[in-house]
């Protein structure tokens, strides 16, 4: 049962969020007073939070059945949309639900019904079809990455969902690109569209133009990335055959890194991200998946490996970089008498010198084999490393808290020695394995 902190200054407050930007404040008003909204926005721009002031002010308190449906097109925009709901705060329960993960994990957290369910097409389709729980009290809709999610789902598992949710009385379509049509499944009868992409704003993205002496590029990567230094970016490719030579490369060359493709398992997927944002890595090969609707930070670059297939995914890749007011590069690797497509624009061509600015990473990850179903707080993890651990505060870094396990930042000078004193330890009344990943 929610409580009943859901004003949106006090949601304001919990996020350290003071004043909205022009989109959110006039999404709000256009959600609430509009059956169908169809918001364009750029990445990094907050439409998950323009969106879900609105929803969580529309619940009912008394109602113990989903009441909201927010449909994501990756497991990735599923686990990061619950965590934002969360960190609001509002008293509300809400569920992720995502392939990738067995069901019976799904059914334990949902005997307890949330009010907001948050699933990619897939998984949604199959809980709905087995009927396991009531789906007449969804009142309100939000397919986030619209043109993305409804592609997924192209399957026939949209046209299953909306079959079970005839009560719809709020739509809510989100997208970071214009164009895509509208499926007429979804009912998005006279909808009111806001288009913040058509806002011209000053990029600070600058491109460039790395020549690779031969076909093959790597040594040419290799290159590029000791010039970068220990900046955090990503190299993008188009296929994961690709992203795996690369590593593998890599790897030899002793250059830390992690991948990022849908075929990877959604624990190494899930770890690949944990190391990027907390600085245990620097560097994410990547494919099309990482150009939209992930939790990271914002990248100091990155590397078009490969040329993607359209302009779309390229404008996407390079909004990874340069967001909001920062500056950012766009690096292009061209090998030798490769033929650039007609849509990427002519750059200055960059010579790269044979220095070393990389250094070996500061930081490693630890894993913990406890989490928030525990009763584990971030304070009882850093109290164990601060204690037990004999560690000062400028020796812990990033803690992420799990339903069902943590993940810890440490200098990695010191890492086998914590996992040494802290394996097999007491934290709070379970006794936890502490790893290196």
Request: hydrophobic fraction near 35%.
């Amino acid at each position: 049962m929610a409580n009943s902190i859901k004003e949106q200054q006090d949601i304001l407050e919990k996020l350290k969020i003071y004043t909205l930007n022009p989109m959110q404040e006039e999404a709000l008003e256009v959600i609430k007073n509009n059956t169908n909204t169809i918001l364009l926005s750029p990445t990094g721009t907050g439409k998950t939070l323009a969106f879900l002031l609105p929803l969580i002010a529309k619940l009912d308190s008394k109602c113990t059945e989903v009441q909201a449906l927010i449909i994501v097109p990756s497991r990735e925009l599923a686990i990061q949309t619950e965590q934002v709901v969360r960190e609001m705060g509002s008293g509300y329960k809400a569920n992720a639900i995502y392939g990738g993960r067995t069901i019976s994990k799904d059914k334990i957290e949902l005997k307890h019904t949330p009010a907001i369910l948050i699933g990619t097409p897939g998984r949604l389709a199959d809980h709905f079809e087995q009927g396991r729980f009531t789906t007449k009290k969804i009142k309100t809709l939000v397919i986030d990455e619209f043109d993305i999610s409804i592609k997924v789902g192209a399957g026939g598992e949209m046209k299953t969902i909306m079959s079970y949710i005839p009560h719809i009385s709020k739509r809510i379509l989100t997208s970071a690109t214009q164009g895509t049509s509208i499926p007429g499944y979804l009912k998005m009868d006279k909808p009111i569209t806001l288009n913040y992409l058509k806002e011209k704003v000053h990029s600070k993205l600058t491109v460039k133009t790395i020549l690779s002496p031969s076909k093959n590029k790597h040594n040419t990567l290799v290159d590029l990335l000791n010039h970068l230094g220990n900046e955090p970016g990503i190299v993008f490719c188009n296929k994961k055959e690709r992203i795996e030579d690369l590593s593998r490369f890599l790897n030899k060359r002793n250059m830390a890194h992690t991948c990022f493709y849908a075929g990877m398992e959604q624990k190494d997927r899930e770890r690949a991200l944990i190391k990027l944002r907390n600085g245990s890595v620097s560097v994410l090969i990547a494919s099309e998946l990482a150009s939209r609707g992930i939790d990271i930070p914002e990248m100091n670059y990155i590397i078009h490996y490969e040329i993607p297939d359209s302009y779309e995914q390229y404008t996407h890749r390079n909004g990874r970089t340069a967001r909001v007011n920062a500056k950012g590069n766009a690096y292009l690797i061209k090998a030798d008498q490769e033929v650039f497509p007609e849509f990427i624009e002519k750059s200055k061509v960059m010579t790269l010198s044979k220095s070393e600015n990389r250094k070996s990473q500061f930081w490693t990850t630890l894993f913990i084999s406890g989490g928030r179903k525990d009763k584990i707080s971030k304070g009882d993890i850093a109290g164990l490393f601060f204690k037990q651990g004999e560690i000062n505060k400028d020796q812990l870094g990033v803690i992420e808290l799990k339903q069902d396990c943590a993940f810890v930042a440490v200098p990695t000078r010191i890492s086998d020695a914590l996992v040494e004193k802290l394996n097999n330890t007491r934290l709070k009344k379970k006794k936890v394995r502490v790893t290196i990943i």
